[in-house]
């Protein structure tokens, strides 16, 4: 468990408040509904990050849609990425000919996705997109875009809103950056 000061008291300031991920969470939904129409979507949610986004973006699609769950790992407990891809749970449901949309919390340096998408690609589904609330795209190590984002973010360690610091802070409603010393202090 880390040294935390408090859970709000550790945010240096508020990025993106509840009020500005709802209208963006809004947005996207209606897009992915006019998109989808008639193509009952299967959404894949990446634990554990996603699992905010995800249930307030299905809430926001208007039509027929399946859900289900992966869970990867690349970064451990820190803040940097191994570069590993680990699949830790894969989907219960066969992919196969289904209109597929991975839905994840940010894209970093991409490598996630890039490797999820590939894995998923051989499972012949009739499309594969992805969708990610953040992108921070100054970070990227490959060429990869999320088909749908909310915010592109500054190269900050963000967290809230299903980002977490060594499995802290997604219980915050909005998404805001730490302040150094929470993460320079411990361990
Ligand atoms: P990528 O493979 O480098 O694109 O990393 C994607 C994963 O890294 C995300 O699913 C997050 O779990 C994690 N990550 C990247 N940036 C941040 C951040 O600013 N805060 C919290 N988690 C992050
Ligand atoms: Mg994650």
């Known amino acids: 468990m880390i040294n935390k000061m408090g859970l709000e008291n ?19 939904g209606a897009a992915i509904s006019r998109d989808y129409a008639g193509k009952n979507p299967l959404l894949v949610c990446i634990l554990r990050g996603a699992v905010p986004f995800f ?5 926001e699609i208007t039509d027929y849609m399946e859900m289900d769950f992966m869970a990867v790992s690349s970064y451990e407990d820190g803040m940097t990425s191994h570069g590993i ?13 289904r209109h597929v ?9 991409g490598n996630t996705l890039n490797h999820l998408t590939r894995l998923l690609g051989t499972r012949n589904p009739a499309s594969l997109k992805i969708a990610c609330l953040l992108d921070k795209p ?18 900050e360690f963000v967290v809230g809103y299903g980002l977490d610091y060594a499995e802290a802070y997604r219980n915050l409603p909005y998404i805001g950056v730490l302040k150094p010393e929470v993460y320079t202090d411990v361990k």
């Open 10 to 28: 550790d945010i240096q300031y508020v990025l993106l408040s509840e009020e500005q991920i709802k209208a963006k969470v809004r947005e996207l």
């Open 55 to 59: 249930a307030d973006l299905c809430k």
């Open 85 to 97: 891809v680990r699949i830790k749970k894969d989907m219960d449901k066969s992919i196969e000919g």
């Open 101 to 109: 949309i991975i839905v994840e919390d940010i894209m970093d340096s």
């Open 138 to 155: 100054e970070r990227r190590t490959c060429e990869i875009t999320p088909d749908y984002f909310g915010f592109i973010v500054p190269d």
